[in-house]
């Protein structure tokens, strides 16, 4: 099938990219196979994330699938672009469903974007991944590629005011290497393997980023350990406890 959307889409991006003039620096793209099924797994830390993680994929020529909560497809606007990307559905009340779709994109040799900590991290550390990217790409025979994001969360994250039109922003998108699912027998040593290469992988982007807050006032977007005022990963485990509570169940 043609891809009328997804082009059409990836170029409005660039070109909005490079009208705010963000400073964009993309390492490791070779990594993404041209050919055959991928899945990536990113760190989480802004609303935006999925096109910059895409965009690690682009000189591969690849276009990546994203799962993506159900309530995305059915925006009025979102929506049509997402079913027109054919980006992949994320229904709590259907997650076998939701996977087994994820499993065959990959077997049909689609890649698949995925954020393995299911949501933001307010911490911009690296939360508990979940089980189901390691569980994909064992079903499917396919290699996870780690895949750190920095500097989205200036422009839009959760608990911050969006700020689109922000000029001149770095952005770095580390693609690390490929690990393979029949190189580990124990999926959850697998699993620890991704957390491990994921979490130095963000940290190497947090250190080497070009970047620093401009003064005392704009230290939100720094973790913690970094001198930042962003909250600790167990400050942030209560805020998003504190969220769950409040929000009824459907």
Do not use: C
């Amino acid at each position: 099938m043609p891809e009328l959307v997804y082009p059409p889409v990836i170029a409005t991006a660039k070109t909005l990219f490079r009208v705010l003039d963000l400073k964009i620096n993309i390492e490791g793209a070779h990594h993404v196979p041209r050919t055959g099924g991928a899945v990536l797994a990113s760190n989480h830390v802004s609303y935006l994330d999925f096109i910059f993680a895409g965009l690690g994929a682009n000189p591969s020529g690849r276009l990546v699938r994203f799962m993506a909560k159900h309530s995305v497809f059915e925006h009025r606007i979102g929506g049509p672009l997402m079913r027109g990307m054919k980006h992949i559905p994320v229904d709590r009340e259907a997650g076998a469903a939701s996977f087994r779709s994820a499993v065959d994109a990959l077997k049909r040799g689609e890649v698949v974007g995925v954020f393995p900590e299911a949501t933001i991290s307010r911490s911009f550390t690296v939360k508990e991944l979940k089980s189901g990217t390691v569980r994909m790409a064992r079903s499917a025979k396919v290699p996870v590629l780690p895949v750190a994001l920095w500097g989205t969360q200036r422009l839009w994250t959760k608990g911050r005011p969006r700020t689109l039109t922000r000029r001149h922003t770095p952005i770095t998108i580390l693609v690390g290497e490929p690990i393979e699912p029949a190189d580990f027998r124990d999926p959850n040593v697998l699993a620890a393997e991704l957390t491990t290469r994921l979490t130095a992988l963000v940290d190497r982007a947090q250190r080497e980023y070009p970047d620093a807050p401009s003064g005392p006032d704009d230290t939100w977007w720094l973790p913690a350990h970094l001198g930042g005022s962003a909250p600790t990963p167990e400050e942030a485990a209560a805020l998003d406890a504190a969220g769950e509570r409040r929000t009824p169940s459907v």
